[in-house]
C-alpha cells in the first residue's frame, strides 16, 4: 500500500514540470466556448432546463463550456486576438444547422425577409456572424480564458464599432514611424446593457479600451500571438452545433 502522507508542493515543482501531459495537444485539440450573454430566453436562466447555470441572470455573460458567470455589473477585460466572419445557414424556425459559409458569396442567393433576414430559396436563413477569438483575463489579473465571442444582428454595429477602434490605434516608433500595432497588444473593458426596438428588449455588448498591455504582460502577449497564428492557419474550429449568439435582434 502507497503511503501518501500530505507532502507540500514547491513553485519549482510546478515550473519544472509545466506543460506535461499536454505535449501532444494543440489548438485544434481543444475545446473553445462561446462567451454569451444570458438573454430572456436563454435556456440557461431555466431551473430545469439542463444547461441551468445557478447564479446566472438576465443580461450576464458566461461561459458555454465550464458555466463561469460574469456578473453584468462589473464585466471583464478582453484581450482581442483574432477576428473571423463567418455566414451560418440555419433551417426554418432555426431547427438545426444546415451549414457554415466562409465567405459572403451565399448572400448573393438570398432575399430580404419581413424582418431583415436574408433567406434563401429552400427556406433557410443565413445569419452573418462576426467572430472575436478573445482572452478573458481573470479578476485577480493572472491568467486567462480563451473563448470565442460570436455577434450576429443587431450587434453586428457593435463588432464594426470595436474592430474601428483596434484598427485607430496607433503606435510611433523610436524611429519615428506610426503603425498599428496587434490587437493583442491592448486589452478592453466588455460590458452589456440593455437595449431596445420598438416593443422589444434585449442585452447588448459595448467595449472601452482600457490600455496597451504592460512589460509584465509579455507572457499574455506571446501566448496571445501564438493563438492569432493558429487561427489564422485554420487549425482553431469554430464550432458549429449550436449559435454563439442569442441576441433576438
Do not use: C
Not at 52 to 68: A, K, R, V
Not at 72 to 99: F, H, M, N, S
Amino acid at each position: 500500500m502507497t503511503d501518501t502522507k500530505a507532502v507540500a508542493l514547491t513553485e519549482d515543482q510546478f515550473l519544472q514540470d509545466a506543460n506535461s501531459g499536454l505535449e501532444n495537444v494543440g489548438a485544434d485539440d481543444l475545446a473553445l466556448p462561446f462567451l454569451k450573454i444570458a438573454q430572456a430566453m436563454s435556456p440557461q436562466l431555466k431551473k430545469h432546463d439542463g444547461q441551468h447555470i445557478e447564479g446566472l441572470e438576465e443580461g450576464d455573460l458566461f461561459n458555454s463550456l465550464d458555466g463561469t458567470v460574469y456578473k453584468q455589473d462589473k464585466g471583464i477585460t478582453v484581450v482581442p486576438v483574432a477576428y473571423k466572419r463567418t455566414w451560418l445557414e440555419w433551417r426554418p424556425d432555426r431547427d438545426g444547422l444546415e451549414t457554415v459559409h466562409t465567405t459572403s458569396e451565399i448572400l448573393g442567393k438570398t432575399t430580404k425577409g419581413p424582418r431583415g433576414e436574408d433567406i434563401l430559396e429552400n427556406g433557410n436563413t443565413v445569419q452573418t456572424t462576426a467572430n472575436h477569438y478573445v482572452f478573458i483575463l481573470n479578476e485577480e489579473g493572472e491568467g486567462y480564458s480563451p473563448a470565442l465571442l460570436s455577434l450576429t444582428g443587431s450587434q453586428l454595429k457593435k463588432s464594426r464599432k470595436w474592430n474601428a477602434m483596434m484598427a485607430g490605434i496607433k503606435i510611433r516608433s523610436s524611429k519615428g514611424q506610426l503603425f498599428t500595432p496587434a490587437t493583442f497588444s491592448h486589452k478592453y473593458h466588455m460590458k452589456t446593457g440593455l437595449e431596445t426596438w420598438q416593443q422589444n428588449s434585449w442585452f447588448g455588448v459595448d467595449f472601452s479600451l482600457i490600455g496597451r498591455l504592460g512589460g509584465e504582460e509579455a507572457q499574455l502577449y506571446e501566448e496571445a500571438r501564438s493563438f492569432a497564428k493558429s487561427v489564422v492557419a485554420g487549425e482553431v474550429d469554430i464550432p458549429t452545433t449550436t449559435s454563439g449568439d442569442d441576441t433576438p435582434f
